[in-house]
């Protein structure tokens, strides 16, 4: 298993990772939850409490990380909210799109796998839209960087639209009950008024 002494986080901190291959990306990450699942081992030793105050600590640790614009931390909020934490973490899809939103626009390539779904129409836009040789003969793609350079771009534009911002992201509490079914109306519409924008920005 990779150490910390083997990555230098500001490596990450970068306005584009996407030059950063997936194997990295993955492995950076992978430092991240391990110190998790140390702190996981504890559960069964620590009072509830302080297990959780431990985990809440570790927490904004992260958060701190992802605010100063470590993609592999936002990546693994992305993460963490997706899954929740049992008797810890609610679950918060919203948050979870949140962070990975701000992820994929940073170049993460592994919070657009997380939010395939999410992503998967805007592919599916692109690649049947007339533009889509200009897209490719202008941006030198291919099938191995076509959907990363996809979600990269929608995302930029769509957090403008949608108002998410990295730092109001990071000031809001850990533990808020937030509305998906909310959030995916708007989502939806806010995609509706990008798609054709991510066409005019990329083409």
Known sequence: MASNKEFNPLDFREADISFVDYETQVLFFNVIKE???????QEEILPVNIFAQKY???????VEMAAGGIVPAQDYLCYIYKRGIDKILPRNLVRAHYWGSIACANGSKLSMERLRLFYEPVFDYVLQSEKVEEIVTKNELNQDNIAEFIAQNFSILFNQEMKIELLDTAKKPLYEDENFVKFSHDAEIAKKKVLPRLLELIA
Do not use: A, R, V, W
């Open 35 to 41: 110190e998790f699942t140390t702190l996981n081992m």
């Open 56 to 62: 809440g600590e570790k927490l904004m640790q992260i």
